[in-house]
């Protein structure tokens, strides 16, 4: 029997987050990629600029809950991280870490820089870390949250070749492989907005397996590069962690207190790999406090 064809309805609740949000729909190119991104509010003086980047299969629509939380007055930029979300992917291009750190760079030097805050998850976490050096005029701040390409271990040696076993839940091949994925990035336990996801976001991730396998590769390539670039001249860091995470585990929080010992770190109990979807008012809370005392 012929499977029936499931309605691809994400461009349609894509559309209706946006107005939701109050957020302009804007198109760049950088490196030969056309970048879809979120922009809401307009810079100004003493107004924070603050730089949402999403996870690995994700995109700029896992921060919808977090922009609701965050002041109205704020400048945001939310970008779909070129090869993933609307933004253009390119079969032939690299998508390490340091490659989209040096497109969002080129990107971000068309605004003002003077009160620049970047905040990443997972994937853009580990960009967000070298984004925050490749700038022009370092940023205020930023904030990791569940931050990819962190060693497990303080001592671990960062040179190393790199293996991961995540690309079997942060890849689905099948509708199984996507209700899985969508369980293990949370605290592990099924849920609703997870059946939810499952439903709208399946067709769309079904569809990139061979991209996302690209994109995963080029990550493990040099999977601690951030590593490399965190450490005294690093700006004023925050680092919020999900302590059910089993994507980017606890234990990675050591590394960060040996290796930054005055970053601001907060762990949130029962929470798994995605603190603004699980925790949207205390980790963007948690954010806001931070980004205000830095952009004074």
Known sequence: MASIPVPDLWPMARTGQRWLLRARRRETLVDNHRMVYWERGRPAPGRPTLVLLHGFASMKENWTLWMQKLPADWHLLVPD??????????????????????????????????????????????????LAH??????????LLNSAGIPEHPDADINAPFESDRDGILIPGNWTGVYRMFNSVGNGKPTV??????????????????????????????????AHFLGPGTPPLQVQWGDRDVITPLRCL??????????EVHVFPGVGHL??????????GVLREFVLRQAK
């Not at 490749?134 to 904030?143: C, E, F, I, M």
């Not at 061979?210 to 951030?226: G, V, Y």
């Not at 050591?254 to 970053?263: I, K, S, V, Y």
């Not at 603190?275 to 963007?284: I, N, T, V």
């Open 81 to 130: 991280l070129p090869g993933l979300g609307e933004s253009q992917y390119h079969p032939a291009a690299s998508y390490r870490y340091e490659h989209q750190a040096e497109r969002l760079s080129e990107w971000l030097a068309g605004y003002p820089g003077d009160n620049l805050h970047l905040a990443g998850s997972s994937m853009g976490g580990a960009i967000a870390a070298i």
């Open 134 to 143: 490749k700038l022009h005029s370092a940023p205020r701040s930023v904030t």
């Open 193 to 226: 907005p997870g059946l939810a996801m499952t439903g709208l976001l399946g067709p769309d991730l079904l569809k990139r397996r061979h991209s996302l396998r690209h994109i995963f590769s080029d990550m493990l390539a040099n999977a601690l590069a951030p």
């Open 254 to 263: 050591d590394w960060f207190r040996a290796t930054l010992p005055d970053a």
């Open 275 to 284: 603190p603004m979807l699980e925790r949207p008012g205390l980790s963007a």
